[in-house]
């Protein structure tokens, strides 16, 4: 199918399969209903959603983003004003997360998960997460003079994920399921307001290009043992 969709003119194309998304090759492509992807727009939806049920076992780095203090933000600003900011921050952050071609899961509440693998976001796709981590705090205002103008805490894990479609005949999601992604929300949760916590089984091969972090061992619910997390500075730029 690569290979078949190659010869339709109509660059971009979905990093997958080569499905063009533009021209007259996309044209074409748009009318059998091979559209981007809501996930990921560098993805076509034959890719994710129009998937059959099923999936794979594959390294995978999972990043959560969550607002802190959104009851009393809300009850403070009042729901429009809330609504407006929520919107600012989903579009600030999926903007920087497809631009690293993440598959942007889940917009939960004051949540965004995302999970980067290597067949879309490339090998250093433990890298891609951290450094759309530190982009995502940074466009936040955090670490600025100012201040953030949204307070948001960002954990990441990385491991073995099932990743593929599942769910019912009626509703199917394109996701990632395991205990990365269990993990990565613990890490999250304890995040403070603009900090960035990486686990260690994903920060270690590279911690080279990240000096100054902080080591801390947290103990999180549902887990037997504590889990070996950094801190990592959203000042620097990645080595």
């Not at 990043?63 to 600012?88: K, W, Y």
């Not at 949760?189 to 000096?211: H, K, M, N």
Request: glycine share 12%; hydrophobic share 40%.
């Amino acid at each position: 199918m690569n290979r078949a969709m190659s010869l339709l003119p109509g660059p971009p194309r979905c990093k997958g399969c080569n499905n063009p998304f533009g021209g007259v090759g996309g044209f074409i492509c748009r009318t059998i209903g091979l559209t981007p992807s809501k996930k990921n727009p560098r993805l076509c939806s034959l890719c994710c959603e129009k998937m059959p049920h099923g999936g794979a076992e594959v390294e995978t780095a999972i990043l959560f983003a969550d607002v802190r203090g959104s009851t009393e933000l809300a009850e403070r600003i009042g729901p429009e004003a809330f609504a407006n900011t929520l919107n600012r921050f989903y579009n600030t952050a999926t903007e920087i997360l497809i631009r690293r071609d993440a598959t942007v899961d889940k917009l939960i509440g004051d949540e965004v998960m995302a999970f980067f693998v290597p067949g879309f976001a490339g090998p250093d796709f433990r890298q891609v997460a951290i450094d759309a981590g530190m982009t995502l705090l940074r466009a936040l205002g955090c670490g600025s003079k100012e201040g953030p103008w949204l307070p948001v805490g960002i954990g990441i894990d990385s491991g073995i994920a099932y990743v593929g479609n599942v769910g019912s005949d009626d509703y199917v999601d394109f996701t990632a399921l395991g205990d990365p992604v269990n993990t990565a929300a613990r890490v999250q949760a304890a995040a403070d307001p603009g900090q960035l916590l990486v686990s260690a089984r994903t920060l270690t091969s590279i911690a080279d290009q990240y000096p100054g972090t902080t080591p801390l061992s947290l103990t999180v619910k549902g887990k037997k043992e504590s889990v070996d997390v950094y801190s990592v500075p959203i000042t620097q730029t990645p080595g």
